[in-house]
């Protein structure tokens, strides 16, 4: 059975690039770190099946509308997902320029996620204008208003707790979600590209993580303030698929 | 007042059942072999299981009777006069009786007089709800030894007959349901017994209860493993809701049924709990000699482990002990199956000081339990 794997722990097929080391060993403080982050996103995880949409995938309910639906509701989080990150980016000062490469990569290879996912809206029946037309929602305005304000602070490290929460995510889509919405709804493969997108190069993006965790968090402060971001990322994502609009603005 | 388990026991009802032979005690529905079943017995190992029907789906033995044989062999193997026992503890999924608790039962059986009586009901964590209260008990100095019994009769639920009566459930309706026939390829039968003292045994090993914890998810978490529904997400009727008990077997109601698709949040909970644990002091990984897990190791999917150990807070595989792929998964008995095997085993080499984690994870509606023991001698 595929469904339901344990989504933040990546897929099994994919190759880790030369640059990439393998088989990171942390270092003390970064090993606590993850241990509290993995606690981190298992409750982010589960209390994402309390989200009347989202359990609607669990109790087998769920429906081509709430997949429009949910599409609408996300996308400006996606398209703000980039600049947030290009921000991130732009915040590190020449004493982290590594981290500062590792994260530009990473802003061009979703800056444009968000066109995948108006495809998918219009495969799955939706009306493009219905889907550029949409604001973003009371959550999605709290979410992408702290990941504004953490990423324009100097070397905002903490923001490795936010991509733990939403690249986790991406690849529970990836590997929970999209087939069994499939299933459930009728709908194709092309209606969940966006979802089954973030499932490509887990391993790699994994020891990616471990290496610029390795890199960064060396002392308590910096466990805590990884923590306390993937924290508040967490609980403001989950707000913004709470806070779902339902009808077309 | 520190606790011990001085003493343990068990009980397997008639021969051990190989892989291919599974089916024909359970029966094969409408004379048709199983589609499913070399598929699930090939995931979960087991090699060997007991069952209390014969291949007539007969009962041998009752669930009390189960109980009570494990009682027996850890009573008989004890250095304690029978009448010091205080409590009588005793967890199942299902009694033989709706009611009353099958403690009652147990405790006319084994004419313990006059104790204090306590029946769990849950699925695979009742038992560790029933020892906890024991060990509470004791604690408290309310009695010198308390008896902690586990037994599961599932076989009477997964013989052919449950599923021929169930014509307008969703197993009659489905050429495959995955939901409703998982469990007949996992479950089976048998009983485990723990006596625990105010004292160790006054000759060889006995277990210190270190700790028992248990974090249960179902406020957010949908049901996994239930007996009582039709298993359809629009129906909210359960068993008794229906005009007759006919009925409601005819809809399915009566089957044992496992989401299989949340069957993953139980190991993302399982390790949640273990992390918190560790968080909280309360456990030390590296100072876990023996892990004894209700799952064996290859249920948690490589990566999560992997994972633990990255973050150094995994057990290596050569600390996990279990008997399932010979004793089978009888549920709430796994553990106190495990344990009266492990202290006897010469599969692995147990020494006074060492320390025991046992993870006894519940899918019903995730109830996630744990317990530390260490060895001592007196």
């Known amino acids: ?249 | 007042m520190t606790v011990y388990i001085t003493s343990t026991g068990s009980f397997f009802p008639g021969p051990a059942i190989s892989i291919d032979q599974v089916e024909s005690i359970l029966g094969a529905v409408h004379d048709k072999p199983s589609s499913l079943r070399v598929q699930i017995q090939k995931a979960n190992k087991i090699q060997t299981r007991h069952y209390a029907i014969d291949e007539n789906q007969q009962t041998t033995h009752s669930n009390t009777e189960m109980a009570t044989n494990a009682a027996e062999q850890c009573l008989d193997r004890a250095f304690l006069n029978r009448e010091k026992v205080g409590m009588l503890a005793v967890a199942s999924t299902q009694g033989d009786l709706p009611a009353p608790g099958m403690a009652s039962m147990v405790q006319a059986e084994l004419e313990l007089p006059e104790i204090e009586i306590l029946t769990t009901h849950g699925i695979c964590s009742s038992s560790i709800m029933a020892l906890k209260a024991a060990w509470n008990s004791l604690r408290l100095e309310e009695h010198e030894a308390a008896l902690v019994l586990s037994s599961e009769l599932a076989s009477r639920l997964l013989k052919k007959q449950r599923y021929e009566a169930a014509t307008t459930s969703t197993f009659a309706a489905k050429r495959i349901d995955f939901s409703t026939e998982f469990l007949r390829w996992m479950l089976s039968d048998g009983a485990g017994a723990l006596l625990l003292q105010n004292k160790p045994a006054p000759k060889g090993l006995s277990l210190r209860i270190d700790w028992i914890r248990g974090f249960s998810h179902a406020h957010a978490l949908p049901t996994c493993m239930s007996v009582g529904s039709a298993g359809r997400p629009t129906d909210s009727r359960t068993w008794q809701d229906y005009d007759t008990y006919a009925e409601a077997e005819q809809d399915g109601a009566l089957l044992l049924r496992q989401d299989v698709r949340l069957l993953d949040n139980l190991m993302r909970m399982g390790v949640d709990g273990y992390l918190r644990l560790v968080e909280e002091g309360v456990s030390k990984p590296s100072e876990v000699d023996h892990f004894l897990c209700h799952y064996s190791s290859h249920h948690f999917r490589n990566k999560i482990l992997e994972m633990l150990d990255t973050a150094g807070v995994g057990i290596p595989e050569e600390r996990w002990w279990t008997n399932l792929y010979s004793r089978g998964n009888t549920g709430a008995a796994s553990l106190f199956i495990m344990l009266d095997e492990f202290l006897r085993t010469d599969e692995v080499s147990v020494n006074v000081g060492d320390r025991v984690l046992c993870f006894v994870p519940e899918s019903g509606r995730f109830n996630t339990t744990y317990l530390q023991l260490t060895v001592v001698e007196k």
């Open chain 1, 1 to 249: 059975m595929s469904d339901g794997e344990i989504s933040i722990e990546g897929g099994e097929s994919s190759s880790v690039q030369e640059n990439v080391p393998e088989g990171v060993v942390l270092n003390p403080h970064a090993q606590v770190c993850l241990q509290q982050l993995l606690r981190v996103w298992l409750g982010f995880e589960r209390d994402l099946s309390k989200v009347p949409l989202l359990r609607r995938i669990d109790l087998g309910t769920f429906t081509v509308e709430d997949h429009q639906v949910f599409l609408r509701n996300i996308r400006q989080q996606v398209i703000e997902g980039s600049r947030w990150i290009a921000r991130t980016a732009s915040s590190f000062d020449r004493n982290h320029s590594e981290i500062r490469s590792t994260i530009i990569s990473h802003a061009v290879d979703e800056h444009r996620d968000y066109q995948m996912l108006e495809k998918d809206y219009v495969a799955s029946g939706g009306r493009l204008e219905d889907i550029l037309n949409m604001e973003r929602n009371v959550g999605s305005e709290a979410l992408h208003g702290f990941l504004m304000h953490r990423s324009s602070l100097p070397n905002p490290i903490d923001l490795l707790g936010a991509m733990w929460i939403i690249e986790g995510l991406g690849e529970k889509m990836a590997h929970s979600w999209a087939e069994r919405i499939q299933e459930l709804t009728g709908l194709s493969e092309e209606s969940t590209r966006f979802m089954t997108y973030h499932g490509h190069n887990d391993s790699e993006h994994m020891q990616r993580f471990y290496a610029t965790l390795d890199r960064v968090c060396n002392n308590e402060e910096s466990i805590t303030s990884i923590v306390k971001t993937a924290k508040v990322v967490a609980r403001l994502y989950r707000l913004q698929l709470e806070e779902i609009e339902y009808d077309i603005q």
